[in-house]
């Protein structure tokens, strides 16, 4: 890949400012180079929101964070035709998806219709207002955070919308010496200590142009025949053993082969 020392050096820097996260760290730069969507839980506090706004800024793209919240609305998400009384027309004002890195930060906090806006745009790469269809940036990928359920006030994701994300990564606490670490680091910045500034040389179209790469990786006819298995087998656990039927309530869709 071309751009491999540039996504390398990405990730080195994603290091200096979280700790004990590595397996964060590597499905966010995997959700990065395919262009999928990538679900983060875990309870406050485990840097989900601090690690993808740092990616955002690493690979200079535009980026826009949308706090969901109980009382957020599905043209909050979109955007909305404004009348202009001045011309006697609609005017359409873009929303926060028309960016290229978007931050649904306690997407779960939100009601479901509000959450079901994000349908067509996380698979369509489009968004329909109005009997207008826009598209959004080719770079477009959601990376959204939630609470765990039984946290108060949240709302589980329609399965619709959780067959929409290519990872789901559920976040545990740092190890006693990673939190040692940060606590010193945090210690540090308060006495002058300079806030890591990420120099990384990535840019959106060098992104795009690694997608691609990735894309044109051979895959041999045996291989996708194991991934149709692979996920068939979801759909049907019981014909392994009559134990495992009830492990799955529904298995993985036709996403999940091409993912």
């Known amino acids: 890949m071309q751009t491999q020392r540039e996504f390398l050096q990405l990730r080195s820097h994603l290091e200096q400012v979280i700790v004990g996260q590595s397996a964060l760290l590597d499905r966010l730069m995997i959700a990065l180079l395919t262009g999928g969507h990538i679900l983060l839980e875990s309870l406050p506090g485990l840097a989900k929101t601090t690690a993808v706004t740092t990616l955002a800024s690493g690979v200079h793209a535009s980026f826009q964070r949308i706090q969901f919240t109980p009382d957020l609305m599905p043209g909050d998400l ?5 009348f202009e009384p001045q011309h006697g027309t609609f005017r ?9 890195i978007v931050l649904a930060d306690e997407i779960n906090r939100a009601p479901p219709k509000v959450q079901s806006a994000l349908l ?3 698979q369509e790469h489009q968004i329909t207002v109005g009997g207008v ?3 959004l940036p080719e770079l477009f990928i959601v990376m959204a955070t939630q609470n765990p359920l ?3 006030g949240t709302y589980p994701l329609p399965e619709a919308q959780l067959d929409r994300f290519l990872l789901h990564v559920v976040l545990q606490y740092p190890t006693p010496d990673d939190e040692l670490l940060i606590l010193q680091r945090d210690r540090a910045r308060h006495y002058g200590a300079d806030k890591p500034v990420l120099h990384s040389p990535l840019h959106p179209q060098q992104v795009l142009q690694a997608r691609r790469e990735v894309a044109e990786v051979h895959v041999a006819p045996e291989l996708e025949r194991y991934i149709v298995a692979l996920v068939g087998a979801t759909r049907d656990l019981g014909q392994f053993d009559a134990a495992w039927a009830d492990y ?3 298995g993985a869709s036709p996403r999940a082969s091409i993912a």
């Open 78 to 82: 979109t955007g909305t035709d404004i």
């Open 92 to 100: 359409f004002i873009p929303g926060p998806l028309f960016h290229e």
């Open 120 to 122: 067509e745009a996380m």
């Open 133 to 135: 269809t826009r598209p």
């Open 150 to 152: 039984e946290q108060s």
């Open 248 to 250: 799955l309530q529904v």
